[in-house]
């Protein structure tokens, strides 16, 4: 399995955006909805996904509201901003050109 670290720099911001942009999630709930997403290749650790979620929060791209989850503790879930959804749709765009440029860089040498 892979650690958070393994991730390329900036794609953690990616996953978070992505995640939340049907429903507002709460922290541990991003990270399990990640690791499944992925077939257990990603895990994200709390040490990662939460100043992740403070930046994304800070930069308005990601709002918080506390809620009762569904084991009936408070949670504070995240949501998508409408700032949120342009800079997913930014780095939707980045990621695309990214990989295909790999993909022709490994297929081409």
């Not at 942009?21 to 895990?43: C, F, N, T, Y």
């Not at 100043?51 to 504070?76: C, F, N, T, V």
């Not at 939707?92 to 860089?105: D, I, P």
């Amino acid at each position: 399995m892979a650690k958070s670290s393994d991730l390329i720099q900036g794609t953690l911001d990616l996953l978070i955006l992505q995640t939340i942009v049907r429903e507002p999630m709460h922290g541990w709930g991003i990270a399990k909805r990640i690791q499944q997403l992925s077939d257990d290749v990603l895990s994200v650790g709390q040490g990662s996904l939460y100043p992740a979620l403070h930046r994304l929060e800070q930069q308005g791209w990601i709002s918080a509201e506390w809620r009762d989850s569904d084991l009936g503790r408070s949670a504070k879930f995240y949501s998508l901003t409408r700032e949120g959804r342009k800079q997913l749709a930014t780095e939707l765009n980045s990621w695309a050109r990214l990989s295909s440029a790999v993909a022709l860089v490994i297929q081409r040498a």
